[in-house]
């Protein structure tokens, strides 16, 4: 069985600051990692996500995600926050092979201060 | 159109009716899903259809749930004799590739589903 955990469901950053937010997962099988954005009154984007291969992946607007397997953890980081980034941010796990059943962390809303 | 599609937007109900939630998936993707999320929660999957194999329903949290597509096209969502603990947004995604490493979901923007 797969789950999500997103620590914090609200980070403030200031402009201009680093933005990190984290996701634990437990997988009984190599996951397929997941990271998606919903801007306000728009539906979710995928940020990025993690198959195989490099454990470092970069996705749009400068973000990207580390996977570690031996901290069982996804974080997502982008060394300086924008205005533009304040959204509501989901990590996911499925098991390798479809996204039938992607399972969702129960997400994280960032706000940025001018 | 250039995204998924939802409508309503927003469906305000008394507790005891049906309600149906329609989805216009992106033209050409064969593989469509139903998440549910609650307020403060994650998502949480409902239904998946993949071209004409028999849908994965696993999702679904009661038979007062079900839900059509017609071929690769739109798909309805219905829920039987509403519950308010059934007031969520219904989100509908369709993908490409599906069952690859390439695949991608793009979501709709949602039904806020409101049960009184």
């Known amino acids: 069985a797969q789950s999500v955990t997103q620590l914090g469901s609200h980070v403030s950053v200031s402009e201009g600051a680093l933005v990190l937010l984290r996701c634990n997962y437990s997988s009984s099988v190599p996951p397929y990692l997941f990271w998606y954005v919903q801007y306000p009154n728009q539906g979710l984007q995928l940020l990025l996500k993690y198959t195989t291969g490099a454990t470092l992946v970069k996705g749009i607007n400068g973000f990207e995600a580390e996977f570690k397997k031996s901290e069982t953890s996804f974080h997502l980081t982008k060394p300086s926050a924008h205005m533009s980034d304040a959204a509501e941010y989901f990590c996911?796990?499925?098991?390798?092979?479809?996204?039938?059943?992607?399972?969702f962390g129960k997400g994280t809303k960032l706000s940025v201060k001018p | 159109g250039a995204g998924v599609s939802q409508s309503p937007s927003n469906k305000v109900t008394e507790k005891g009716k049906d309600v149906e939630l329609r989805c216009d998936p992106i033209s050409g993707h064969t593989a469509l899903y139903w998440y549910r999320q609650r307020l403060g929660q994650g998502l949480e999957f409902l239904i998946y259809?993949?071209?004409?194999?028999?849908?994965?329903k696993s999702g679904l949290p009661s038979d007062r749930f079900s839900a059509e597509r017609t071929g690769e096209s739109v798909s309805t969502l219905t829920i039987q004799r509403t519950q308010q603990e059934d007031s969520a947004v219904y989100l509908c995604?369709?993908?490409?590739?599906?069952?690859?490493?390439?695949?991608?979901?793009?979501f709709g923007s949602g039904t806020q589903l409101s049960v009184l």
């Open positions: 995604a369709s993908s490409d590739f599906p069952g690859t490493v390439n695949e991608k979901l793009f």
């Open positions: 996911a796990v499925t098991p390798r092979g479809s996204q039938g059943n992607l399972i």
């Open positions: 259809f993949q071209g004409n194999s028999a849908p994965d």
